[in-house]
């Protein structure tokens, strides 16, 4: 299936900081930059970390699902089991403090998924997933 590519701008309070997770723990290449910004090749979709001061202007919460509590705003990926695992990896030998840790969720159902919540430097709330069959991304 080919998607469309998409755009996301995050705030971040720290490029330095953001470098080192995006670029360093997440592996992403980095695109264009200037002094208060930073493209980066989330796997095909650009992600741009924007450096803004002050507080932020939104109030996280959370959602339930599957008897865990995850962190709204969030964004992130459907991989692939092998990339899902490998990241996982790679996060935790980088001491990531996860929100909620690599875990299969919906087990035995049709939306069965490995997931795994943590946050940013900046407090950015991510998601990465993968789908048994990811063609069934939407099943009901």
Sequence with gaps: MTRP????AIPVDDL???RAFYGGVLG???GRSTGHWVDWDLHGHQLVT?????????????????GHAVPVPHFGLVLGADAFHA?????????????IE????????????????LHDPAGNALEFKAFRDESRMFAR
């Design 50 to 66: 924007h450096l803004v001061s002050g507080p932020r202007p939104d109030a996280p919460g959370h959602g339930t699902v599957d």
């Design 102 to 117: 690599p875990t299969l969720r919906f087990a035995g159902q049709p939306a069965e998924q490995w997931t795994m919540f």
């Design 28 to 30: 992403l290449p980095e």
């Design 16 to 18: 330095a900081r953001a």
């Design 87 to 99: 990241l996982a990896g790679r996060l935790t030998e980088a001491g990531t403090a996860f929100v």
């Design 5 to 8: 590519a998409f755009h996301l």
